[in-house]
Structure formats: structure tokens, C-alpha cells
């Protein structure tokens, strides 16, 4: 079954709006929710992650709000351009893994038009 | 170009062949892992592997699918007589410890046909 659900599937902004995407997940044992930017024809890359011992994270224009209660964690991207355009996928991974076993949502294709 | 490797970058094969994916992690990575993307889903995790051990392959298909990381050259995805259902994006990851960031390579498009 799908652990991570993401939403929306896809994804419409104009230039210097806010996009927002959502992820939902039932397991509380994970512990590491990371979010990864994906280009066609490239391989996904890190972008930025969070931890539940804080509701809130921030690099530059992309924030993460975390809500421990509800099990859901978000993506906000401020100010967004055009080359924000991508796929955006969630991801969570749990304990006692010695090594990070991501399970990933099912991506959300962001659009930014000028 | 230090990131991770993965060759070819496309790949077509006939129903009943093998299908063979390399992978060379960042210098000084041990850690390799494997993901399956079909197209508009998530990746799906396949194996991990350090130097010339299987750590985990919960997400392997128990038939057709293999995994190596010898002690010298890439990691082989090897898939034998593949099947329409195998086509997808297959991206490979390295990280330098387990628990540390992943960093993906480009992927090989497997086409079936």
C-alpha cells in the first residue's frame, strides 16, 4: 500500500505565487521526511528535509511545515519561477534501518508560468 | 563529473532478453541503492547494497531480478528475460554511510518491447 500520499498530482502557479504541495503518511515510526526536485530526463535530487522534533524548516525560498498530530508535511515554495518547474517528490524513512529506506509519494508535476 | 553514474542511459531490449544497468557511485561512496520508477509514479526501492554484500532487497521481484557491488568496478542491476511490465526508469543512489543523503544518477530508461 502507499505509505507517503502526495497531493496535488499536478500543479499550477504563476510567476511569484506560492506553491504548495502536501504529503500524508499513517506510519508514525518515521522519522526523516525529505523533499526531492526532479527534472526530466534527471535523477531526483535533495532539496531539503525535516525532522518531527521541529514544526518548521526553512532554506532560501522552500519550506517545509511539518504537523506531527496530523501526520502531514508540506512543501512551500515562495516567490516561485518558472525554472522551479519539476517534479517534486515526498519521502519518508523510519528506524531502526541502519540505512535511510525511503518510501516516496507519487510526485507532484509543478508548472510556473511566466 | 564526480556525481553517480549510470550507463546506458537508455536501453532497449526484446521480450526474453536480459537487460543489464551499471551504476557507479560518487568516489568514496560504498553505498549503493536501487529504484524502480514507472512513469507518473514515485521511485520504489529495490536494494541496498555496501561492497560486495546485499544488505537489504525487500524490494526486489524475488524472480528475474539481481543485484552485485563487486569489490572493484559498478553495481549491476541485471534483470534475465525481461517482459513488457519491466519498463521503466531504473535510478541508482550512493551515499558515503547508510544513514547519510542519497545522491541519485540520471537513470536508465529501460524500454521493453
Known amino acids: 500500500q502507499q505509505q507517503v500520499k502526495q497531493s496535488p498530482q499536478s500543479l499550477i502557479v504563476q510567476k511569484g505565487g506560492i506553491s504548495i504541495i502536501n504529503c500524508a503518511y499513517e506510519n508514525t515510526a518515521f522519522d526523516y521526511f525529505p523533499w526531492y526536485q526532479q527534472f526530466p530526463g534527471k535523477g531526483p535530487a535533495l532539496l531539503i528535509a525535516?525532522?518531527?522534533?521541529?514544526s518548521e524548516k526553512k532554506e532560501g525560498r522552500f519550506t517545509i511545515s511539518f504537523n506531527k498530530s496530523a501526520k502531514q508535511f508540506s512543501l512551500h515554495i515562495m516567490d516561485s519561477q518558472p525554472g522551479d518547474s519539476a517534479t517534486y517528490f515526498c519521502?519518508?524513512?523510519?528506524?531502526?534501518?541502519?540505512?535511510?529506506?525511503?518510501?516516496f509519494g507519487s510526485g507532484t508535476k509543478l508548472n510556473v508560468k511566466p | 563529473n564526480a556525481g553517480v553514474m549510470q550507463n546506458p542511459r537508455h536501453l532497449v531490449r526484446r521480450r526474453g532478453q536480459e537487460a543489464r544497468l551499471r551504476c557507479s557511485p560518487m568516489?568514496?561512496?560504498?553505498?549503493v541503492y536501487w529504484y524502480r520508477q514507472l512513469p507518473e509514479e514515485g521511485l520504489k526501492f529495490m536494494v541496498y547494497?555496501?561492497?560486495?554484500?546485499?544488505?537489504?532487497e525487500s524490494g526486489m521481484p524475488k524472480e528475474r531480478f539481481s543485484a552485485e557491488f563487486p569489490k572493484e568496478g559498478p553495481s549491476i542491476l541485471r534483470i534475465q528475460q525481461v517482459v513488457r511490465g519491466d519498463s521503466a526508469a531504473y535510478f541508482c543512489?550512493?551515499?558515503?554511510?547508510?544513514?547519510?543523503?542519497?545522491?541519485f544518477g540520471d537513470g536508465t530508461r529501460l524500454s521493453i518491447l
Open positions: 519521502a519518508a524513512s523510519m528506524p531502526p534501518w541502519n540505512f535511510n529506506k525511503f518510501y
Open positions: 547494497l555496501q561492497k560486495e554484500n546485499i544488505i537489504d
Open positions: 568516489k568514496g561512496h560504498s553505498h
Open positions: 543512489a550512493s551515499s558515503m554511510q547508510g544513514n547519510q543523503p542519497q545522491h
Open positions: 525535516i525532522r518531527p522534533d521541529v
